[in-house]
């Protein structure tokens, strides 16, 4: 009778083993969130290795991904003039030569809210009185660079 007793009690925990969840000691860091993308960061961890033979890798930190997609932004080469900034209605964006680019604007919550293009144009206006009052960012996109003026909308 203490034979199927005991294996009784014991048949649950038999389902349940060992989770090791990622822990960090660090002195400051933080988790954020928005939407589907969450960004974790953490201050203090001064040694971040990767070992690495034949068949293994074995990276140091439980921030570091096994899949890292990165962007590399690299600043428009030629001479840009955006004015006036502040903006009350108008936003004029001047190139030094013409070029075909892709104009975004994105409010501060990420949203696009205004997009234009330049046709092998060097001046463009954009409409900033449809907007509120708030800071935005316009992004300069050609084939291959990329260029990020902050501005700010005001009345």
Same mark, same amino acid.
């Given at each position: ?79 840009? /003039? ?26 501060? /919550? ?6 234009? /293009? ?34 700010? /909308?005001?009345?």
């Amino acid at each position: 009778m203490k034979k199927p007793l005991l294996i009784l009690l014991c048949f649950p925990f038999i389902g349940f083993g060992q989770v090791l969840a990622p822990s960090l000691v660090s002195s400051s860091g933080n988790t954020f969130s928005s939407g589907n993308v969450i960004m974790d960061f953490s201050l203090g961890e001064v040694v971040i290795t990767t070992h690495l033979n034949s068949s293994n890798i074995l990276t140091q930190g439980f921030h570091q991904e096994i899949l890292k997609v990165t962007t590399q932004v690299v600043n428009i080469d030629i001479k840009t /003039k955006v004015f006036p900034n502040p903006t009350t209605s108008s936003l004029t964006i001047e190139l030094d030569k013409k070029i075909s680019a892709e104009l975004l604007v994105y409010d501060i /919550k990420g949203r696009v809210v205004i997009k234009d /293009k330049l046709n092998n144009e060097n001046t463009k206006t954009l409409n900033f009185g449809i907007l509120k009052q708030g800071n935005y960012l316009l992004y300069i996109n050609t084939s291959d660079q990329q260029s990020i003026y902050k501005i700010q /909308k005001i009345r």
